[in-house]
């Protein structure tokens, strides 16, 4: 929850950005213009993502976003104001709940271990490795179909004057 105080209302509403670490957006909240104090929350999960060549943005919530370090700018009119905001994971389990969102047999070990107030089993965790490097290997392969494949498809397409495939960027894996 994000409180904020205006002394008059303002023309334009303000809004909050969320940026991680490195300065990348994570999501972008409007808020009340009224004056007096206004509260926003935030849900802890990125913004839908931009379709520019679209021309929309796409409708929904993106992801969890993981513990850590966030900050958070308050845009007013010409007037900016930037905290830190800090996400904590459970410190139970030691993992995030974005972790265990991967279709499949995560999901299964997300639901057994968020239903449980112990730290995860042995066996549990040695299912979480596994599936981790079943996903990175799964991102290798998306990230040479995004570096090689989608470049000579759309050469194809532009060649033949058909709409072509918007850029998609690489995806990281980060554990």
Not at 79 to 87: A, F, G, N, P, S
Not at 113 to 140: H, N
Not at 165 to 171: C, D, L, N, Y
Request: glycine content about 8%; aromatic content about 6%; proline content about 6%.
């Amino acid at each position: 929850m994000m409180s904020y105080y205006l002394k008059q209302k303002t023309k334009k509403s303000p809004v909050f950005v969320i940026t991680d670490k490195e300065g990348q957006k994570v999501n972008k909240i409007k808020s009340p213009k009224n004056a007096g104090i206004s509260r926003v929350n935030w849900d802890l999960r990125y913004g839908a993502p931009d379709i520019p060549e679209l021309g929309r943005t796409r409708r929904g919530r993106g992801p969890l976003v993981l513990p850590g370090e966030y900050n958070v700018t308050l845009k007013v009119e010409d007037q900016e104001m930037t905290k830190i905001l800090k996400v904590a994971g459970d410190p139970e389990l030691g993992f995030s709940r974005r972790q265990f969102s991967v279709q499949g047999g995560l999901s299964m070990i997300g639901s057994a271990i968020e239903g449980y107030s112990e730290a995860p089993k042995e066996r549990q965790l040695q299912q979480i490795e596994e599936k981790q490097q079943e996903l990175k290997t799964l991102i290798e392969r998306i990230n040479k179909i995004i570096q090689e494949n989608i470049p000579r498809l759309n050469e194809l397409l532009i060649a033949n004057e058909i709409p072509h495939v918007f850029p998609v960027k690489i995806i990281k894996f980060k554990q």
